[in-house]
């Protein structure tokens, strides 16, 4: 990798116990070729250049979302190098697909992703993947702070939880996998995932599969944009960098996203015409609006979706008989798997939330690009109460607190439908 690559830098927990997901927002950011990351993941104390300021011993680097036809735009016979076929997607490839290197420690927070479901192909070092199904989402505390377009975080720390602060936490399922040189793991659409390198050297190539849904989540996306952007900008016009992740590079004025959010509305009717139908009904007596769609679901996506609930992993083979390939095997919940399978593929979740030896890693980053459970309908609700330990009559309620309301991926879900259903009326 010739070309400069950014990244982000935070320093180790004294303590190894922090219990706030660190951020991106809380990192710093520094450019570096592939050669000068690997000499200074040598520990090599005396060097110099982009790594001098930041110790071995207490610093870990991520150099993630690199896409390929940024990387290799002079190369592109490498593209081929990269086959998604076996997996029942011919003729994607490299062209498609992201790289992902870090050192030890290095890890992205618990978030999932708006847009379509992921592939991930291991290719060197291996990987720890905390995985949480979309059911699960009240019990992860989703937040859109930090801001970053197609990702959902969660406040929690997930190997470290506060459950005096989060206490709903202790009911969401965890599935966990090393993922090892060799293996693909399929990601179906909006499973949270935690994602930690394991190795000294770690190295992934991804890939995002479009989904039919992901026309209605543009729109959702292009609410929580507009909403985001006006009231922290509203709060704080000075400081962007305190709730907007480094990743996001356009321009936030209202106009610009106004523009956003009427451009993906129309692409949305764009791509499905009049034959498009989403009813709104009335609000159940729950609560609880209820939503009828027809959609036309491509073979592809079907294979996708017959697999949403369940976690796939396998080694990459030439020859492939059915969609994702014959070789994957479900990912279990981790609470079913003995403890005595920790450390091996499948690993079991335990009480144990500590990191890796106890410690925490600074972070080195480059650019990037559900419904409720009815016993959980209160999650919600106690995600606010969360926010502040002072007694009730003394609660603050904040710009953030009112934002997890307002863009909780529920809320925006149903503000897309009632603009869609809005606007083919006047069709």
């Not at 050192?103 to 379509?116: E, F, I, N, Q, V």
């Not at 007596?285 to 979706?305: R, S």
């Not at 410690?359 to 980053?365: A, C, D, I, N």
Request: contains cysteine; glycine residues 6%; hydrophobic residues 35%.
């Amino acid at each position: 990798m010739a070309a400069d690559s950014g990244a982000f830098t935070n320093e180790d927990s004294e303590s190894g116990e922090e219990e706030a997901p660190q951020f991106e927002t809380t990192c710093s950011y520094v450019e570096a070729t592939l050669e000068e990351f690997l000499t200074w993941n040598c520990d090599r104390s005396s060097i110099s250049g982009p790594f001098r300021d930041y110790d071995h011993s207490k610093f870990w680097a991520y150099a993630d979302y690199k896409y390929f036809v940024s990387l290799f735009e002079d190369k592109t016979d490498i593209f081929q190098d990269v086959m998604w076929s076996d997996f029942g997607f011919p003729g994607r490839n490299g062209q498609e697909s992201t790289l992902w290197i870090g050192s030890m420690g290095a890890h992205t927070p618990c978030h999932l992703d708006t847009y379509g479901c992921n592939l991930v192909f291991q290719v060197q070092g291996r990987k720890r993947w905390h995985l949480f199904p979309p059911e699960d989402t009240p019990f992860l505390y989703p937040t859109r702070i930090p801001y970053e377009e197609s990702s959902v975080f969660s406040k929690i720390n997930v190997v470290n939880p506060d459950l005096k602060r989060f206490p709903q936490f202790w009911k969401a399922r965890r599935h966990m996998v090393t993922l090892s040189p060799g293996q693909v793991l399929f990601v179906p659409r909006h499973w949270w995932h935690y994602v930690e390198s394991i190795d000294p050297v770690t190295v992934s190539i991804n890939s995002w599969i479009e989904l039919e849904e992901d026309h209605q989540a543009r729109v959702e996306e292009a609410i929580t944009r507009m909403l985001v952007c006006a009231l922290k900008t509203a709060e704080n016009p000075h400081d962007m960098r305190a709730w907007l992740n480094p990743t996001e590079v356009e321009e936030t004025s209202h106009e610009v996203n106004c523009r956003y959010l009427n451009g993906a509305v129309s692409a949305f009717f764009d791509h499905y015409g009049t034959s498009k139908v989403v009813e709104t009904q009335a609000l159940s007596t729950d609560g609880e609006y209820v939503i009828k769609e027809e959609l036309n679901v491509h073979n592809h996506v079907e294979g996708a979706q017959t697999s949403s609930h369940s976690l796939t992993l396998g080694t990459v083979k030439q020859e492939a008989a059915s969609p994702f390939g014959p070789d994957l095997v479900p990912v279990i919940p981790g609470s079913q798997e003995p403890p005595s399978e920790r450390g091996g593929m499948f690993e079991s979740d335990g009480e144990d939330f500590v990191g890796k030896n106890g410690k925490r890693f600074g972070k080195l980053h480059c650019t990037k690009r559900q419904r409720m459970m009815s016993e959980s309908e209160n999650a919600v609700v106690e995600q606010m109460a969360s926010n502040s330990t002072v007694a009730p009559s003394q609660t603050f309620i904040s710009t953030d607190d009112l934002l997890d309301c307002l863009v909780n991926p529920q809320v925006t879900r149903i503000v897309a439908q009632l603009l869609i259903q809005g606007r083919s009326l006047r069709l």
